[in-house]
């Protein structure tokens, strides 16, 4: 059985949901609780984004607020995390800028990282596949510059008919992890990746999930969606971060960061990482802020504007935990 709990205005609106075949737990005020059978979608994730998630009915005229704040289910009906956290807090690097290096560039950018001390580094989601930087090339010369224990993770968004074609190739050339955007893809992307046990820890970026969690009135919070990535088989969901440059507040990057790490039957808590804006400087406060471990902090742009560079940036973080 599936539990969805929303917002939903005005008090009384509750008929929207019978399309969905459910039973009304509880109707207080705003507040609505249903109960759906497993058997409406079953594990087709996209469906139960297209139905509950982000269903037709949210564009009833009846309603002038229908939120999904909540959502449960059955446990194992996702694969959840393959690896997960191990409890570690970790620095990570998202290689700058996002188009137009070539692969022995982004090599460049990578090993200055790995000097630093750096634990992960992902692709920008802009960069997937261009003539002047190919995923394969790219990957091989990433590859020569990893050191134990460091993930990569190449970007393999892109045509659906061929996702596991490129995530295979990109892990036979070397790359230690794999980053899909999901929100561009499809959560069966992620789905697919996760049960294909490819060997690597998967990054589920999150463009595109803006128009839905930062609507406060209609669509599914931010917490539910990185609950649901982290089902769906991310080892890595973004939480944001406290003051950064994205939209949450800090009681919404709370709540992401419960989603991800929180006891959620008995799929594996995921690596929730931290980012948006982060400097060398601020990372040990955002860390603090975020509290215990399970955290990757994200350095993007500041890190190549600081003095000496990228390596010294990295130390700087490192250094500060």
């Not at 469906?47 to 059955?74: D, H, Q």
């Not at 261009?130 to 190449?154: D, H, I, K, N, Q």
């Amino acid at each position: 059985m599936l539990r969805a709990t929303f917002d939903l205005r005005p008090p009384g609106s509750a008929t929207v949901l019978v399309p969905l075949r459910g039973r009304l737990v509880s109707e207080h005020g705003s507040s609505v609780v249903v109960e759906l059978p497993e058997d409406n979608w079953g594990a087709n994730v996209n469906l139960l984004v297209s139905s509950l998630v982000a269903g037709e009915f949210m564009e009833a005229r009846a309603v002038t607020t229908c939120r999904l704040i909540g959502l449960e289910l059955p446990d194992a009906l996702l694969p959840g995390p393959a690896f997960g956290s191990v409890g570690r807090v970790s620095v990570g690097l998202i290689v700058k800028p996002a188009l137009g290096l070539g692969p022995a560039e982004v090599a460049d950018v990578v090993a200055a990282g790995v000097a630093g001390g750096v634990g992960f580094v992902k692709d920008d989601e802009t960069l997937g596949d261009p003539p002047w930087c190919p995923l394969g090339e790219r990957v091989t010369a990433v590859a020569r510059v990893l050191e134990a224990g460091v993930v990569y993770c190449p970007n393999v968004t892109g045509p659906a008919a061929t996702l596991l074609a490129r995530a295979r190739a990109a892990v036979d050339a070397g790359a230690t992890g794999l980053l899909v955007n999901p929100f561009a893809m499809g959560l069966d992307a992620l789905v697919t990746l996760r049960r294909a046990e490819l060997g690597v820890p998967l990054f589920a970026h999150r463009a595109g999930s803006g128009p839905w969690a930062r609507n406060a009135s209609f669509g599914p919070t931010g917490a539910v969606l990185a609950r649901l990535l982290r089902l769906c088989g991310a080892d890595y969901v973004v939480a944001g971060g406290f003051g950064g440059t994205l939209f949450e507040t800090d009681d919404e990057v709370r709540a992401n960061l419960a989603a991800a790490r929180d006891r959620c039957g008995t799929a594996r808590p995921a690596v929730a990482a931290l980012g948006g804006g982060l400097g060398p400087d601020d990372v040990a406060a955002q860390v603090d802020a975020a509290g215990g471990g399970g955290l990757l902090a994200l350095l993007g742009s500041r890190a190549y504007s600081y003095p000496r560079g990228v390596e010294a940036a990295v130390r700087r973080a490192v250094e500060s935990l």
